[in-house]
């Protein structure tokens, strides 16, 4: 079949497909690896209210990474293979990790009793892991996957980032989730990781640039420059407002236990932008752009026409699910 | 570690990943209909035996899609971390289905999966019936693409090669390609008789311990008269499933019944040792024509042998005998199950022997083997060739080395054999609580409404 578009779209906006997909897999598994890293900090019913919060969804968060890997694999199956096979060992400890975590989820519940603290265990070190993990293979992929130790260096600080970043909208998620004595807790954790991942988001966007001259060029060259400059502000402007937000104690009735939630949202989609514009055109750093990667336009068109109509019922459906179980998660109790 | 190659270990990982992975969805494509009769059952006659068993049986379905899902990650990274080659060269065909399969299939079952466990207090009924029913149809519809993929590797039509590259010219012709329809539809059975012979083993497991209550003697019938059913339909679909195979992939079928000679008159080879250095078979033992009768249906029929493919066919041994644990295992399974169902039909399920519910106990897993061997049969079978005729497996693989893909292959074996204890553990931990088992309670209660009879069907992640 001919292609509908122009060629020289089709690669364009799969990128930006895929980049929609991971933003959405970071903020959306975010939150419930967050929650699986905190559940170390709580014990028996606390514990299960937490986990309990994450249940119905924590399955379709995850489809957004098979389907932005997914995206990676179909649009452009060149840069697929030379990502993957340079980040090996971090994906296969990311990918053991994740079943680990995902089937504890299950498991914790339906072992036996005396057995259900190994599956918690199961659960927080394969949380703690899948974020290591990718926020390992995102300083290497940032880096272009050099070797040098102060890559190595920038990479596990990028992995902690991840992690501090996680555990922040991880705790947003239980502040806009529980209530009482744990929500109280939950906004401690949250202010705490702020200042954790705003430290991280600073260091990486100071160093990025450092190490890589085209990424420096495209930052710090007039005209661009001032209108790039809204990123940053914005983004300061966000941590601090929260900052503040979270020190004063939650309204009457909980009204706005969701603003933490959507402005660590916000901030996640900001420092996705500064990525993809440092970017952008490029798949792998000064070596492969997204039309030398790219699938034949033919295929690349008959999946752009699945994709247009499938997308927005997949969006529509999710919504529909997180309405479905909106509120407070409730202790569990038998009947 | 010099001394093993890694394209063989790539293979290995690959067979363990896909292997461990197939496990889960062969139960739940068909459990998730299961699943559906129970509860049309239940809101056509109130009657809370059928609750019970979807109560448990939900479950399962629940623990089972979770080891699918995360082994089925796994899979959509192996493909860059060990076969780059794959994609480079069929990536254009490969990389929509695979697309349409997460698009149209993973999210359909993710999202209604919690509206089927966590929902059913907070949805109307017939919703949730209806999130059970798109859930099922999700798992078939996913099976639908991959066996797509699948059978287009093995019988590739509908694309041209340009620049070393496949681009795909007939979409229609890729999806429904020649071995397409009947691999789908031997899949889609073996689901079924596998969570049959699951059900009645697990139900049989429950019955000799104690009888289990009415729930349990619902299931064990329902089970029983579904394998009957299935099997010979199953049967009749393998037959021509292998007649299509000796029309496409005739190197497969000779390896299959280790017939060395193209020749009329060729034996049915029962048992034997092939010899793949010598090229014969050792202690053979062979019903005259028997092949010639069953692949070409006259005893004079000419059946190609694997001499006339030197060097291009698949390894003997595993295919001969996979072949044999997979027939072998059906036959059983239509004795067992004709055996049961004529005795449930004429004088009850009570007066079931107990031997005969030890004996499908022992078959509880069956259908998992006879998958197992059947998919080694035909995926071996496929070799030298990644794509037949169009991509060798060797020219795929990956510059990862030996001592890495050593390691990681160790850790996956590690996590997948206790996963696979764990599963079984607990498979037969929720039998034996059975509706005790825990679960009726809320969830996540609906706002304003006080938690009554109503009560979801699944803690999920609770003790």
Redesign the interface.
């Known amino acids: ?1 001919t292609p509908f578009i122009d060629p020289w779209w089709l690669p364009v906006i799969f990128a930006g497909l895929m980049g929609l997909s991971i933003l959405l897999y970071v903020v959306l598994d975010g939150y419930d690896l967050g929650v699986g890293m905190l559940t170390r900090l709580e014990k028996d019913a606390n514990r ?1 209210l937490m ?2 919060s994450i ?3 924590w ?2 968060n ?2 957004w ?3 932005g ?7 452009f ?2 840069a ?6 340079q ?3 971090p ?2 400890l990311m ?2 990790a ?6 504890s ?9 005396e057995q ?1 603290h190994r599956w918690d265990a199961a659960f927080f070190y394969g949380s703690l892991i899948t974020a290591l993990c990718q926020g390992y293979m995102l300083g290497a992929y940032v880096l272009g996957f050099d070797q040098s130790l102060s890559s190595i260096l920038f990479c596990l600080l990028a992995a902690l980032g991840l992690v501090a970043g996680y555990l922040f909208v991880g705790a947003c998620w239980l502040v806009y989730k529980v209530e009482g004595d744990l929500q109280k807790r939950a906004v401690r954790w949250a202010e705490v990781t702020l200042w954790l991942t705003a430290l991280a988001m600073a260091i990486i966007s100071i160093a990025t640039p450092l190490l890589s001259e085209r990424i420096f060029a495209r930052w710090f060259r007039l005209p661009e420059i001032i209108a790039l400059l809204p990123i940053p502000i914005a983004s300061a402007t966000l941590f601090a407002g929260l900052a503040i937000f979270l020190r004063r104690p939650l309204r009457e009735k909980d009204e706005l236990s969701w603003v933490p939630l959507a402005t660590a949202g916000i901030l996640f989609a900001l420092g996705f932008v500064g990525i993809a514009y440092s970017f952008y055109p490029y798949l792998i750093a000064d070596r492969l752009d997204i039309w030398q990667a790219a ?2 336009p ?2 690349l068109s ?2 752009l026409i ?2 247009l109509f ?2 927005p019922v ?1 969006l529509g ?2 919504v ?2 997180h309405w ?7 202790h ?4 | 570690m010099d001394a093993l190659d890694p394209l063989i270990l790539a293979r290995i990982q690959f067979a363990a990943n896909i292997s461990f992975h197939i496990l889960f969805p062969t139960i739940t494509i068909a459990l998730g209909w299961a699943l559906l009769g129970f509860k049309l059952a239940y809101n056509r006659t109130k009657d809370v035996a059928w609750m019970d068993a979807y109560r448990l049986w939900v ?1 399962v379905f ?2 089972s ?3 699918g ?6 899979m ?2 192996q ?3 060990n076969w ?2 794959y ?2 060269k069929v ?6 289905l ?3 399969e ?3 299939a ?2 359909l079952e ?6 089927m ?3 059913f207090s ?2 109307p009924n017939w919703v949730h019936t209806l999130a059970t029913c798109l859930v099922a149809g999700g798992t078939t519809l996913s099976a639908f693409w991959i066996i797509a993929l699948n059978s287009w590797m093995q019988t590739p039509v509908g694309y041209e090669i340009r620049d070393g ?1 496949v ?2 010219t007939d ?1 229609w012709a890729i999806v429904f390609n020649p071995s397409m329809p009947y691999r789908l539809t031997h899949m889609l059975l073996a689901s079924a008789l596998t969570v049959s012979f699951l059900i009645a083993g697990m139900s049989a497991w429950r019955w000799l311990k104690d009888g289990g209550g009415e729930g349990v003697r619902r299931t064990l019938k329902a089970a029983v008269y579904a394998a009957a059913l299935l099997i010979p339909v199953q049967i009749f679909v393998g037959d021509m499933h292998g007649l299509n195979t000796l029309e496409h992939q005739p190197q497969k079928v000779a390896a299959m019944e280790a017939n060395w000679e193209t020749q009329p008159h060729t034996p049915l080879i029962l048992f034997a040792i092939p010899d793949e250095k010598a090229r014969t078979n050792h202690l053979e033992v062979a019903v005259p024509s028997g092949a010639s009768l069953i692949l070409k249906h006259e005893a004079a029929g000419v059946v190609p042998g694997l001499n006339d493919y030197r060097g291009n066919h698949p390894p003997v041994a595993p295919l001969f005998w996979g072949f044999r644990i997979m027939v072998g295992l059906g036959v059983l399974m239509l004795a067992i199950s004709w055996f049961g169902a004529f005795t449930i039909w004429r004088r009850g399920i009570d007066s079931l022997p107990r031997w005969y519910a030890r004996a499908l106990v022992a078959m509880t897993f069956a259908g998992w083997v006879a998958t197992l061997a059947g998919w080694y049969v035909t995926e071996i079978g496929r070799q030298p060739w990644l794509v037949t005729g169009v991509l060798k497996t060797a020219d795929a693989v ?3 080395g030996s001592m ?1 893909v050593a390691s ?1 292959l160790t ?2 074996l590690a ?1 997948y054999a206790v ?1 696979l204890a ?1 599963y079984i ?2 498979l037969y ?2 039998a034996r609580l059975g509706k005790a ?2 679960d ?6 609906i ?1 304003g409404a006080a938690p009554g009879p109503a ?1 979801p069907l699944e ?5």
């Open positions: 079949m299960d986990v309990a249940g119905p969804f399955d379709a995850e489809t990474l098979v389907l890997i997914g995206l990676l694999l179909v649009a199956p060149v697929h293979g030379l990502i993957l096979t980040l090996y060992l994906v296969v990918l053991v994740l079943i680990l975590r995902g089937v989820f299950e498991f914790r519940a339906k072992a036996p009793p259900k699938a034949s033919e295929s008959i999946i699945g994709a499938v997308l997949i459906y999710s529909l699910a479905i179980f909106r509120g407070k998660a409730t569990l109790s038998y009947e | 479950k629940a623990l899609f979770a080891m899902v995360v082994s089925g990650i796994t959509s990274f493909f860059g971390t780059p080659g994609m480079e990536g254009n065909v490969a990389g929509p695979l697309a349409y997460v698009l149209t993973f999210f993710a999202v209604f999966l919690g509206i466990l966590f929902g907070r949805v590259i681009h795909a979409w990956g510059p990862v890495m990681s850790l996956y996590v996963l764990a553990a607990v931990r929720l088992a825990p009726d309670k809320a969830m996540f209660p706002p009560a803690e999920g992640v609770t003790p």
